[in-house]
């Protein structure tokens, strides 16, 4: 891809705000995929990575031009990032790239170097009624916060890539830049996910919460939705499965709900999953149910579409916009519309087979991994001067 006969483009990829959920998933695949096309790429690659994505990507071989640094801790953190910060502005200053790619920022290095930027905040690009429901006022006012602080500090970045129309149109807004300074790259299903395509258990019906916590992902819907479901379905024999690391409070706090509530019973988690878990967490489920209220592309839909598993989702327009006609969806602020929407998913077999056939449809309006990296290293490649591609 570069010329031969100048040196390598020293490029930056910047993983280091990738801390939990999605992005992390992103920058692994990403990281993977420059590593296994390292030669017919052409640059000289130096990735700073936070914990979660260097463990999953250490045992990658070492090559001349080629090197993974962990960095913690996340730069975002604004004392106790400095450190790294500071760390990743020397590495720039001593190794002199000609472009950043943060993964997802903002990265709040001010960088003097070109950056591009992935962005998937939707508190910043696309923010509903209901996104700050189950934020007591103190996270509503802290969330505000750092939302104005991220629009401050992703407007000096050169390029930016998103997952969706919907996230552009937003961002250009907020920004007030032009949209075609901002590039449209859909999720993909990982290359590490690989699905096991086996029928679900039998016995007690499973409905799989795969997310790591916040307040938008409504895990604390969770408990009204399990009474809602006891008492309209009596006899059904069911279990939510969560991915919330058991020593954490997070989950202390959702058994402590559903304990007062009588319904601890109903409550399992697999606590926190590498890509390679995912798929045996699907395979184990019934239902995928997905009660975000706030999202700009969760890579959830697609994993439960190439799983084979029905999907319940949020009657939301980021939810619309990726599902269409392969999720039952339901108001966010009906636990019964929610119940009524999972049994169905889980009982009505014709329902189900429907709902699947339509997720693999689905599937195929989407990138795969590999053809998303690629459209992404192309985003780098026209960011780099003209000698240098």
Same mark, same amino acid.
């Given at each position: ?23 992390? @998933? ?10 296994? &096309? ?30 993974? @640094? ?138 799989? &919460? ?19 479901? @006891? ?46 878990? %995912? ?43 990726? %599902? ?24 009505? @077999? ?40």
């Amino acid at each position: 891809m570069c010329k031969t006969n100048h040196p390598k483009p020293k490029i930056l990829v910047n993983a280091s705000t990738c801390v939990v959920g999605g992005g992390v @998933q992103v920058a692994i695949g990403f990281i993977t995929y420059l590593h296994q &096309h390292f030669d017919e790429i052409g640059w000289e690659v130096k990735v700073v990575a936070s914990p979660k994505v260097f463990t999953q990507c250490r045992e990658l071989a070492r090559k001349p031009g080629w090197d993974l @640094q962990e960095i913690t801790p996340t730069p975002a953190a604004f004392f106790s990032g400095r450190k790294s910060r500071v760390a990743i502005h020397k590495i720039i200053k001593d190794w002199r790239p000609l472009l950043c790619f943060t993964v997802f920022g903002p990265s709040y290095l001010w960088l003097n170097i070109p950056e591009i930027c992935g962005f998937a905040d939707p508190m910043v690009t696309n923010p509903n009624p209901y996104a700050l429901r189950n934020h007591p006022l103190a996270k509503k006012l802290a969330t505000h916060f750092r939302t104005w602080v991220k629009i401050i500090a992703v407007r000096r970045v050169s390029r930016f890539w998103v997952e969706t129309k919907a996230a552009r149109l937003g961002l250009a807004r907020r920004l007030d830049v032009d949209s075609r300074r901002i590039e449209v790259v859909p999720n993909a299903v990982n290359t590490q996910f690989a699905p096991l395509n086996s029928t679900p258990p039998a016995g007690r019906i499973r409905f799989l &919460h795969l997310s790591a916590f916040y307040y938008h992902k409504n895990h604390a819907f969770l408990i009204p939705v399990a009474q809602a479901l @006891q008492r309209l379905y009596p006899d059904l024999d069911f279990e939510f499965i969560v991915t919330l690391p058991s020593a954490e409070s997070p989950w202390k706090e959702l058994m402590q709900l559903a304990k007062d509530a009588g319904i601890a019973d109903r409550f399992r988690t697999l606590g926190y999953l590498t890509v390679k878990d %995912c798929p045996a967490a699907y395979a184990e489920a019934h239902v995928v149910f997905h009660p975000s209220l706030l999202e700009v592309f969760s890579a959830t839909y697609l994993e439960a579409f190439v799983s084979r598993r029905p999907v319940v989702a949020t009657d939301l327009d980021f939810a619309h916009e990726v %599902c269409g006609d392969a999720a039952l969806y339901f108001n966010p602020s009906s636990p019964e519309g929610a119940a009524s929407a999972l049994f169905r998913a889980a009982m009505d @077999q014709p329902l189900r087979n429907d709902l699947i056939n339509k997720g693999v449809i689905r599937l195929a309006a989407f990138p795969k991994a590999n053809d998303k990296n690629r459209l992404l290293v192309s985003i780098i490649m026209e960011g780099l001067p003209s000698d240098a591609r």
